[in-house]
């Protein structure tokens, strides 16, 4: 499926009021790290991810792990917008007996790859998928999107390590790099800075793209596999709580849901209300 | 067990393609045969235990038979995170293998050592747990996973250890295989324990008392039909284990008996004690200062049968 920019900003800001609206809805933390990732989940399942909703199994699909599956009601909402499941499963979000926790669980909902919360994972899943494709000569890609607090993970490091020695230049990483993690500032907490510079000295071709520019976004990701045999690390910056004026930059919305007011002040800003 | 393990899965990668060996750099030229045959399906995934465990969670999502590789203890206690999460919740057929498992690197030190793991991987939801008793059982028990489509653990001992069986025993998975029929006691033993296990057999009937010796090589599930049996019929029924008392084997069995009303035969548990060996020594050291020796268990369970 192929859309147009205004087509994918329209998709976009639909979607960061639909997650608005289920943090508010179930009470639910970790809005500022969903809508930082909005802009990376549309460019890659409108422009980039060769999948079909109707066959969400498809051993030939790209696939997208959201390793930062904190920021789940993003993909859950990108992934309803895309016609994988009906807005009825979406709005169950978070509910007892519900199939979509407040984390992605397995064999959950259609479309849902992986089952992340526990952060550094979903790269050396990734890598494995990638690796099953080759054996099985199928030529899919794979995206994996982490969070920046997330490469604290040593796990990410033994991935790193592995991806470029099997030249897996089928996967993406993107890091969400929104410079926050649930207490403070990514960059005071742990030495992750120059990240772009650790990624290209891990052997991966790395780039740094404005991670809500859907058009800078598309173009990295399409780039994928470059031609080198490297895989390929985008680290998007980002804005925590973005779309929101009250909301971005601000990690208080790391836990805090908003209340029927804040819900309705959102809406407006994104255009919706 | 290490090279019967090597030269069955170069065979089963070979029937199969859905075979893929993940190594943690370990098992120097062990694989060339295999290397040399299956080339494609052969990692080395390096010191990177938990990122090995992952990438083969992946894998097995994709239809794939992963086989992981390495010591014991770095690829069970280590690596408990990733087996949780990625194999486990996700139920996903990726066959563990651990080789050292108990004492059989003792002289590495307790770093080397694995007298919990067995305790760690039975509680985890999906996972299947099977300790082969000797070469035969191995290559059986491989053969028998590879169609399972559950986790699986499975955990060998190291080279050179005597054979027991002599001819193919039927091997299915959660079901004990009677080795030597008996009539007062019941030794179950797990795993690489078996030789001594029939040792102490032997030094019992010396002593007037007919064992019979099971090898009790599922852990999970438990052969309840036999436990139901062999409790409702002897005077003791003894466990094991090259392994903790704590959580092991013996105390799978004592869970399981406790659910229960009273029956006939009282447990016994064989297993090393609460604590860490400190001290340099190869496995018949280790096992003679815990007293997993055939003379010491013989001795254990004329206590008990008292």
Redesign the interface.
Known sequence: MTANLAELETLARNIRGKVVELSHKAGTPHLGSALSCVDILVAAYSGVLAIDPKHPDD?NRDRLILSKGHAATALFATLAHRGFFPMALLDTFAESGSRLPEQPS??GAPGVE??TG?LG?GL??????????R??SRSYRVVVVMSDGECEE??VW??A??API?KLDNVTVIIDYNKWQATGRSNEIMNLSPLRQKWEAFGWNACEVDGHDLNALLTAMKQVPDGSGKPVAIIAHTVKGKGVSFMQDDNNWHYRSPNAEELQKARQELGLA | MRNAFASEITKLATEDERV?MLSGDIGNRLFDDYKKRVP??F?N??V?E??M????????????R?VAYTITPFITTRVM??IR??VC???VPVVIVGVGGGLSYASLGATHHSCEDIAFLRVLPNMIVICPADAVEVRLALRAVLQQDSPVYMRLGKKGEPVVHKGIPNFVIGKAIIVRPGTDVCLLSTGNMLPTTLEAAEALGHKGVSAQVVSFHTVKPLDEQLLAESFAKFKVVATIEEHSILGGFGGSVAEWLADRPAQEARLCRIATPDTFLHEAGEQEYAREVFGLTGPHIAEKILQAAR
């Open positions: 051993p397995p064999h992986w089952a526990s994972h050396s899943v990734g890598l494995g998928v990638a690796l099953a494709g054996i099985q040593g796990t033994e991935a390590l592995f099997h | 893929v494609k399906r990692f995934c390096g990177a938990a990122n465990i992952s990438v083969g969670a992946g894998m097995a999502s994709c239809g794939l992963p995170e990733q999460v990625d919740y996700h139920n």
